[in-house]
């Protein structure tokens, strides 16, 4: 067996639960160092692990020979350079989403990945758990039939407080609103367990907060099979929930409502035909515990980099993600729905916000 590859995280936030999930896979990784500018944020994680250096330069991680991963962290608008800095620096990069705020930007990755050795893994770690591998085999076992519709909801309570960030709720620092911070993850489920999206018809608004961006949504989205799907969005519920639910030929699929692990949460999965419940029931009983979340993503990275058989997030999947974030920005904008993929001549393929080159202090 290998010796754990060493992880450099860039950015305590999010960074510290992506910390606690490579502590849960000792043999896999080992995380070396944390590099954040405020030592209080890098604090609560050296107290769990003294031997973590803390670092402030990214420049000084990327010269370390012995940090194989770097694991970016960051606020969207910085993650476009530092992946590339450490694609050129020769390290696997893991990234947070958005992976980056453009379409421009997803191929300019994706060149420099082609070009060089390094490999990067968006996050996407909704994919990650029991009740999605129960969904994808009573797929593969062909149990499912024909999908019909899909509701999605990402009902979320954020105020002042989760405002209180300067770089969050504005143009320049998050790129984009509910769309792109909240509900990416459930999105990515569409063409998950769906398919390709073929086109989606979005309405937004923002009624919760006092932010420039977006923190209510409704979207009506076809997919090239022909079903259909409903998004609702909004920060302003009593509380965090996240559901989805899958109306298929031969059966229902309805996840439970944990707001960052649906896939983690009990599901159930109701024939239509009650004669055919007993098929469904051995199916699902058959699936084992598996890891969820970021550690399920992480050991799929793992398994990737080993050369073992593995379904980890590529980049391919962020852009996909990303063509329909941007989609629904131009939808939004012109009041009409719009086609996917969104091509390279398109308004929007350099970015969907107002000033997309805009820089944040």
Known sequence: MSDPRAVAI????????????????????????????????????????????????????????????????????????ACLRALAAGKHVICEKPLVTALRDADRL????????????????????????????????????????????????????????????????????????????IHDWLSFVLGPVASVHAELATRVNPIEVEDCAALAIRMHSGALATSSITLG????????????????????????????????????????????????????ETLGGFAGLFNAVADALDGQPSEPVALADARRSLDFVTAVYASARTGAPVGLPIGRDHALYDGWAPDPKASVE
Request: hydrophobic share 45%.
């Open 10 to 81: 860039v950015g305590a936030g999010i960074g510290a639960e992506h910390f606690r999930a490579y502590r849960r896979l000792p043999e896999r990784f080992a995380v070396r160092t944390i590099c954040e500018l405020d030592p209080d944020r890098a604090a609560p994680l050296v107290a769990e692990d003294p031997g973590l250096a803390v670092e402030t330069d990214l420049a000084r991680v990327l010269a370390d020979p012995a940090i194989d991963i770097v694991d970016i962290c960051l606020p969207p608008h910085l993650h476009l350079d």
């Open 237 to 288: 519920a009593a509380g965090d929930t996240s559901r989805m639910r899958f109306c298929f030929a031969g059966l229902t699929a309805e996840s439970g409502t944990a707001p960052y692990a649906p896939a983690e949460d009990a599901w159930r999965f109701t024939a239509r035909d009650p004669a055919d419940q007993p098929r469904i029931d051995a199916v699902v009983a058959a699936v084992p």
């Open 110 to 185: 994706a060149q420099a990945e082609a070009s060089g050795r390094a490999r990067i893994f968006p996050v996407f770690q909704y994919r990650f758990g029991r009740g999605a591998a129960q969904l994808r085999a009573l797929i593969d076992a062909g149990i499912t039939g024909t999908p019909f519709v899909a509701t999605l909801e990402t009902h979320w309570d954020r105020g002042a407080e989760y405002y209180a960030a300067p770089w969050r709720g504005t143009w320049a620092g998050e790129r984009g609103g509910a769309v792109l911070g909240h509900a990416i993850h």
